[in-house]
């Protein structure tokens, strides 16, 4: 493969390491040494069976840490919203989460982004709370419980 800012061969760089909650991963590095270009991949190479939640989020959970994993669908009944992550597995917050689904919504121009951003708040007031419904056939995401 050659650079793709100055053309230069490139050099790859595989490692295999043990991450927490996601088991065996490889990290493949492509590097420029004439450049300094650089572009990092991580595979999971562990397999586990898939896993499907449902979890209430509230006020006082908001804050806890969300593993989401490539190609989870998430999905809100009461909205009738459905969101499939794409691109990366990634350690967000449940804040962070919903977040991400409106921001998604809002690239859509879907009319439900006002009535989540208004969810949210009042969840955030500790008015309400918000199901959601996790499944994952990598079996990677989950909520941490810290
Ligand atoms: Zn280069």
């Known amino acids: 493969m050659k650079c793709p ?6 050099e ?10 996601f088991g065996k991963v490889l ?3 492509l590097k420029c040494n004439k450049c300094g270009w650089k572009d990092t991949k991580i595979y999971i190479l ?3 069976p898939p896993v499907e939640f449902k979890y209430t989020i509230n006020k006082d959970n908001l804050g806890k840490l969300f593993v989401l994993s490539e190609g989870t669908t998430i999905n809100i009944p009461e909205l009738g919203i459905t969101y499939k992550s794409v ?3 990634k350690i967000t917050t449940l804040e962070g989460l919903i977040m991400d ?12 982004v006002k009535e989540l951003e208004k969810i949210l708040e009042q969840v955030k007031e500790g008015n309400r709370s918000l199901d959601i419904e996790v499944r994952d056939e990598l079996g990677l995401s989950k909520v941490l419980d810290w």
Do not use: A, F, M, Q
């Open 12 to 21: 790859t760089i595989e490692t295999v390491k043990e991450i927490p909650y």
């Open 101 to 112: 689904i409106i921001d998604r919504l809002k690239i859509l121009k879907d009319e439900k």
């Open 27 to 29: 990290i493949s590095t």
């Open 5 to 10: 800012v100055c053309g230069n061969k490139l």
């Open 46 to 48: 562990e397999s586990k």
């Open 87 to 89: 691109g990366e597995n």
